[in-house]
């Protein structure tokens, strides 16, 4: 049975920092991942999405790290803002399915 | 293009009631998903389509949760009897269905419809 594991549950930095966060998962028979942010009382904005077959993927900021071996994948933000406050949230599938796992996600707050 | 639209946005009813949410997917998308947020909780997976293979239903928590999609377009997940622990925000996510490519299987998220049970 997939699991997915967020650490930390809740971030807060002043602008400007980098900063990582973490999500682990426990069967590593995975398609891809797929991270996410939410903003409250909103849906997800897909942020990357990593294949089962690359190591890693950049938009912008954001780099996204998979290490199916591990099951583990980093989200690294780079000089984070203000407008980078949101929960952030990973996803993957159930091995063999294209049931998603969604971690309870990072709650990430930066400050001006 | 458009993204995924669901309506009603925010759906008010008793317990007890009937109600029915429904979910417009991204057009060309094969794969619909339903997945249920309770406050503060994270997303639970309810049931996953796929073109016009049988769903995976794997996710509804009881009988009285059931969904259609018709073909390739709209989806409806319809909640019988409401119970006041099926207030949540329903949200709805489409992709595209392929086996290989950059970005297959990529989910687009619909702003979700929140049900509350008196």
């Known amino acids: 049975k997939q699991e997915v594991t967020q650490i930390p549950a809740a971030l807060s930095v002043p602008e400007g920092e980098n900063l990582v966060l973490n999500c682990s998962f426990t069967?590593?028979?995975?398609?891809?991942l797929q991270w996410f942010r939410q903003d409250p009382g909103k849906g997800l904005t897909s942020l990357l999405l990593?294949?089962?077959?690359?190591r890693e993927q950049t938009s912008g900021r954001l780099n996204a790290s998979l290490d199916k071996s591990s099951g583990r994948s980093t989200l690294y933000i780079a000089a984070s803002q203000p407008g980078d406050s949101a929960t952030y949230l990973c996803?993957?599938?159930?091995?063999?399915?294209?049931?998603?796992?969604f971690g309870t996600g990072t709650r990430l707050k930066v400050l001006a | 293009g458009a993204g995924v639209s669901q309506s009603p946005s925010n759906k008010v009813t008793e317990k007890g009631k009937d109600v029915e949410l429904r979910c417009d997917p991204i057009?060309?998308?094969?794969?619909l998903y339903w997945y249920r947020q309770r406050l503060g909780q994270g997303l639970e997976f309810l049931i996953y389509?796929?073109?016009?293979?049988?769903?995976?239903k794997s996710g509804l928590p009881s009988d009285r949760f059931s969904a259609e999609r018709t073909g390739e377009s709209v989806s409806t997940l319809t909640i019988q009897r409401t119970q006041q622990e099926d207030s949540a925000v329903y949200l709805c996510?489409?992709?595209?269905?392929?086996?290989?490519?950059?970005?297959?299987?990529?989910?687009?998220f619909g702003p979700g419809t929140r049900l509350t049970v008196l």
């Open positions: 057009s060309g998308h094969t794969a």
């Open positions: 996803a993957v599938p159930t091995s063999g399915t294209y049931k998603y796992i």
């Open positions: 389509f796929q073109g016009n293979s049988a769903p995976d």
């Open positions: 069967d590593s028979a995975i398609y891809n």
């Open positions: 990593i294949q089962s077959s690359q």
């Open positions: 996510a489409s992709s595209l269905f392929r086996t290989s490519g950059s970005s297959y299987n990529e989910q687009f």
